[in-house]
């Protein structure tokens, strides 16, 4: 019974704690009709802001993928589900709702519980920086009106972004309140879904104005999208029962900006998300073989699952051009809140008997969690000019975070009545502190080939609490610790222009994940370093066919250390530095203007990941591939312009997504998936008219999975996100 125990508490604790997308349609805005003529599109003009400069994307050498407002408005996007697979070597996986989102980039997977990607709106970083607010499974999905542009940056970026960024970034790039311009727009858009009962339906409006013209501009926007529930769960009732996973979406943003003088700009914006979900998404799979236990879109709830996920960010932005210098400062202040309640029934349920000596037979739990996260961040960085010939950035940042975490399981019957004893509840409250120096420096040799440098070293300070009580927590347990770190990381890389064409990089860069302190059940508090990454990449950026066509290949190598690992040791599961992996493998994107009219583009990535030696503890397998992260996925997208009448233009087009198997945490795989994306547009001036059909063959099939254990460590269920099921819109947007 004592080891039965054991097990119980280990459960318990465990609970706890593109290349470019095709770069036609990142060009610029036409000022009339916000768009370019077919015969004006220049693939060079695609910018992103990877090095805290506003470069030319073929120029920078990293792996750089930029994806314009016009790709997200073309495909329909409401989340990063939408569009994520059009990313060389970017896998995002869902909980069935925004917000319930675990992203990898080049097989860096989504293990431990602090986050592995960098998530920044334009300048400032958000989302905690702990291994206590589950950034692996929880991360900021905006719904993305209003947003000009979305980069992703593949391999570590701790040099210039820091903690978090180990296996790279992930960039909000909002619109930016412009005091010359008047600019209206609203639309609204419908759309069905296989399997719903409902349509989907979204509205949208956002405004630009001067205030005072030519000095201070305001632009504010808003936007709600409701998505229809497709997943039904049979054990339960009433609107719980049918269509159950429904969620919608509000987001609002208010931006300023201010022309102090011909040489001092202040941005400033608020911004609020609220993501409120009905139910899980989650349906259920055998173990062994991964068959639906029932339907293909039926679920295994005995309990309802709400969840709710708040976003709350404020930013500003100070630029200062000095002359031969320019100067940033840029604050932040973010908070996020995270409530969600899960179904444990098939995790504690049968621990009723044992805990109550048999009085109380097997029956239901329930597992309520909030996390929330109070973020202050504050940047200030000097740099010189982007024509010197030796181009420099230095700059110091600072965070402070106050975070809490508080979880309750609570049992029921078989029938759902409460249960007249405590299974378990606990809170833990904590402190995070980072301050870190970074220096960033290019020198041209010649103009065709330069050297970089850069370094940062940070140091962390976090501060720790924890109390619980429960009969599965073995009773009441308060402690107060805290940890210091210190972290240093660096990155080497050089460009050779081959010609005024084409180029060819080399880069090393390193990351690390801040460590913490651990859950104990014993008052002593076991603590967890920082793991770290290498990445080096070679690659090959060109233009060619008199700038009609571009490639962007790069191959690269990443070795992880000390990977943050959550482990079972002697009935007690924690978090620990155990293991290694290694990662290499090829991503290639490709754009061609095959004719005046037509565009083709190509996204793929080939990724040999695996495992070193990990204890058996972890759930994982020395050898087996990092889990999560198919062999193979790559994309493809084809879109035709044509003239239309006098006034109006049009545009069709295409997409085919495919992501191999991947291997599961626990050892099974969950099969590779193909999806066939199509839309269509017609706009003159004033109007656009746009249809799009995202799965359109209605591929069934799991973006992700996850294997559910009960307290005696025995496999009960596999559970598993369906891929969103064939979903055909039309949207209707006016401007002026």
Not at 238 to 248: E, I, Q, V
Request: contains cysteine; hydrophobic residues 35%.
């Amino acid at each position: 019974m004592r080891t039965m125990k054991r097990s119980i508490l280990a459960s318990t604790l465990a609970m706890c704690c593109a290349g470019q997308i095709p770069q036609a349609f990142a060009q610029d805005a036409d000022s009339d009709t916000g768009r370019k003529a077919p015969d004006a599109v220049e693939l060079d003009r695609v910018v992103a802001t990877a090095q805290k400069r506003s470069e030319n994307v073929m120029e920078v050498a990293s792996g750089v993928s930029v994806i314009s407002e016009e790709r997200l408005e073309a495909f329909g996007a409401t989340r990063l589900n939408d569009f994520a697979a059009y990313v060389p070597g970017f896998q995002v996986d869902s909980g069935g709702a925004p917000g319930q989102t675990a992203m990898a980039l080049r097989g860096v997977a989504p293990l431990g519980g602090g986050s592995i990607i960098g998530t920044y709106i334009d300048d400032t970083p958000i989302g905690p920086s702990t291994n206590k607010q589950r950034a692996t499974t929880y991360a900021l999905d905006l719904l993305p009106y209003d947003i000009q542009s979305v980069e992703v940056l593949r391999g570590p970026q701790g040099t210039l972004y820091g903690a978090g960024a180990m296996g790279g970034l992930f960039k909000y790039i909002t619109k930016a309140a412009d005091p010359d311009a008047i600019e209206f727009r609203a639309g609204m858009d419908v759309n069905t879904t296989s399997e719903a009962g409902d349509l989907g339906t979204g509205l949208r409006a956002a405004i630009n104005a001067p205030i005072v013209e030519g000095r201070v501009g305001l632009r504010a926007s808003f936007s709600r999208q409701v998505t229809p529930g497709y997943v039904d769960q049979p054990d339960l009732t009433g609107d719980d029962a049918k269509d159950s996973n429904g969620y919608s979406q509000l987001a609002s943003r208010v931006a300023l900006t201010w022309r102090l003088t011909d040489h001092v700009n202040l941005r400033l914006q608020t911004l609020h998300q609220l993501v409120d979900a009905d139910n899980t998404g989650q349906v259920g799979l055998t173990p062994t073989t991964l068959a639906p236990l029932r339907g293909e879109l039926d679920g295994i709830l005995f309990r309802p699952t709400p969840y709710r996920m708040e976003t709350n960010y404020h930013s500003a932005i100070l630029d200062w051009d000095l002359g031969n210098l320019d100067f940033v400062s840029a604050t932040s202040f973010s908070e996020t809140r995270m409530d969600e309640t899960q179904d444990a029934t098939l995790v504690y349920g049968v621990a009723w008997p044992l805990l109550t000596g048999g009085a109380v037979p097997a029956g239901q739990a329930q597992f309520d969690v909030f996390l929330g996260n109070r973020k202050w961040t504050q940047e200030f960085r000097l740099s010189s000019k982007a024509d010197d010939r030796f181009e420099w950035l230095v700059g110091t940042f600072l965070t402070g975070e106050k975070h809490g975490n508080r979880q309750k399981v609570s049992p029921y019957d078989s029938n759902g009545n409460p249960l007249p004893f405590e299974a378990a509840s606990g809170t833990l409250p904590g402190r995070y502190d980072e301050q870190a120096l970074f220096a960033d420096a290019t020198y041209k040799f010649s103009p065709r080939f330069d050297v970089s440098a850069g370094v940062r070293y940070a140091r962390n300070e976090q501060d720790f609490e924890q109390h619980t009580t429960g009969a599965l927590y073995g009773g009441t347990l308060d402690l107060v610790d805290s940890i210091d770190e210190n972290v240093f990381t660096w990155k080497l890389a050089s460009r050779w222009h081959l010609d005024d064409r084409s180029m060819l990089y080399a880069r090393y860069a390193t990351g690390y994940r801040p460590g913490g302190p651990n859950v104990s059940v014993t008052g002593s508090v076991p603590m967890t370093r920082s793991d770290t990454l290498g990445n080096f990449e070679l690659g090959y950026k060109s233009h060619f066919w008199d700038r009609r066509a571009m490639l962007d290949v790069a191959v690269f190598r990443i070795d992880w250390d000390d990977i943050q690992l959550r482990e079972t040791v002697n009935g007690i599961s924690r978090m620990g530095n155990a293991g290694s992996a290694k990662s290499q493998g090829l991503e290639l994107a490709a754009l061609v203007r095959a004719t005046e009219r037509i565009t083709v583009g190509l996204n793929a990535a080939y990724t040999d990941s695996e495992l070193g030696d990990v204890p058996p503890a972890s759930g994982l397998t020395s050898g087996s591939r990092m889990p999560l992260t198919p062999r193979l996925s790559w994309s493809s997208t084809i879109d035709y312009d044509f003239e239309a009448g006098p006034h109006w233009h049009g545009r069709v087009g295409g997409g085919f997504r495919f992501t191999g198997n991947r291997v599961g945490i626990g050892g099974y795989e969950i099969e590779s998936y193909r999806a066939v994306d199509l839309h269509a547009e017609l706009t003159n001036l004033r109007w656009t008219a746009r249809l799009y059909a995202r799965n359109l063959t209605d591929e069934r099939s799991y973006v992700s999975t996850g294997l559910v254990r009960d307290v005696f460590n025995r496999d009960v269920a596999v559970v598993g996100v369906p891929l969103q099921p064939r979903t055909v819109g039309v949207s209707i947007d006016y401007r002026f």
